[in-house]
C-alpha cells in the first residue's frame, strides 16, 4: 500500500524522511516545541503545588503545613517547592489569590441599585451570608493565623469597602457616626455569622433577621 502525505499537512515538528526509496514520518523537536512543552510542564507543576498547599491549610491550617508537606502532597521534592517558591510569603501570595479567585467576594456595586438602606442591608446580608458558608472551612482555619497581615489585607478592604457602600444608602445626617459604621461590620463579620448560625444554630434568614433588628435602636 503506498501512502501519499503532503508535507503543508503536517505540523512543524513532523519531518518527512526518504531512505531506500522508503519515505518516513520522524518527529522532530524543535527549540520553540522543547521551550513551550517545559513551560507547559512548569506551569502544571506549580499549579500542583498551589493546589496542595490550599488544600492542606484548609485542612490543617497554614502553621501546621510544613514545605515537605506540600511537596508529598503534590508529588515534588522539595527543592522544587522551593524552585517555584523561594519562600512562605510567596507561596502564600500564590495560594490566597488562587482561592478568592475561585471564591470571588461578593460584589456591593450591585447593591447600589436598592435604595432604602435595611433592604440594602437584608440583601447584603443574604449574599456575605452565603458567602461565609461557602468559605466556612478555609475562613475559620486561616484567619486566626493570618490576622491583620498583609496576605489578609485584601479580604478586610473589601469588607470596609463593602460597609462603606452600605453606609452610602443612610440619610446624610447618620453617615458619619461612628456606631452606624460599627453595626455594619458587625452584621457582615465572618465571626458574626458563626456566633449565631453555628453556636446558637439559627437559621440563616432569623439571623438576618436580628442583625436587622440593630438598626433602628442603633442609628
Known amino acids: 500500500m503506498r501512502l501519499s502525505v503532503s508535507r503543508k499537512s503536517l505540523p512543524p515538528e513532523i519531518l518527512l524522511v526518504k531512505f531506500c526509496e522508503t519515505c518516513s514520518i520522524v518527529k522532530i523537536m524543535t527549540r520553540s516545541y522543547q521551550l513551550k512543552q517545559r513551560a507547559e510542564d512548569q506551569a502544571r507543576t506549580r499549579q500542583r503545588i498551589?493546589?496542595?498547599?490550599?488544600?492542606?491549610?484548609?485542612?490543617?491550617?497554614i502553621a501546621a503545613t510544613s514545605v515537605a508537606d506540600v511537596a508529598a502532597r503534590a508529588g515534588v521534592g522539595k527543592a522544587t517547592v522551593y524552585r517555584h517558591f523561594p519562600d512562605e510569603a510567596a507561596l502564600l501570595g500564590a495560594c490566597s489569590g488562587q482561592y478568592f479567585e475561585r471564591h470571588p467576594f461578593p460584589d456591593p456595586e450591585k447593591w447600589r441599585a436598592i435604595a432604602d438602606p435595611r433592604e440594602r442591608l437584608r440583601y447584603a446580608l443574604r449574599e456575605t451570608y452565603a458567602y461565609h458558608r461557602e468559605t466556612e472551612p478555609m475562613i475559620a482555619r486561616v484567619l486566626p493565623e493570618i490576622g491583620d497581615g498583609p496576605i489578609a489585607a485584601p479580604y478586610h478592604a473589601h469588607w470596609r469597602r463593602m460597609v462603606?457602600?452600605?453606609?452610602?444608602?443612610?440619610?446624610?445626617?447618620?453617615?458619619?457616626?461612628?456606631?452606624?459604621?460599627a453595626a455594619l461590620a458587625l452584621a457582615l463579620d465572618f465571626g458574626t455569622w458563626?456566633?449565631?448560625?453555628?453556636?446558637?444554630?439559627?437559621?440563616e434568614e432569623a439571623a438576618i433577621g436580628l442583625m436587622l433588628h440593630l438598626f433602628p435602636a442603633t442609628c
Request: a neutral charge.
Open 194 to 203: 458563626r456566633l449565631l448560625v453555628r453556636d446558637q444554630r439559627l437559621a
Open 50 to 61: 498551589v493546589d496542595a498547599t490550599v488544600e492542606l491549610h484548609q485542612a490543617r491550617g
Open 164 to 181: 462603606e457602600v452600605l453606609v452610602e444608602a443612610w440619610p446624610a445626617a447618620k453617615r458619619d457616626t461612628p456606631v452606624l459604621t
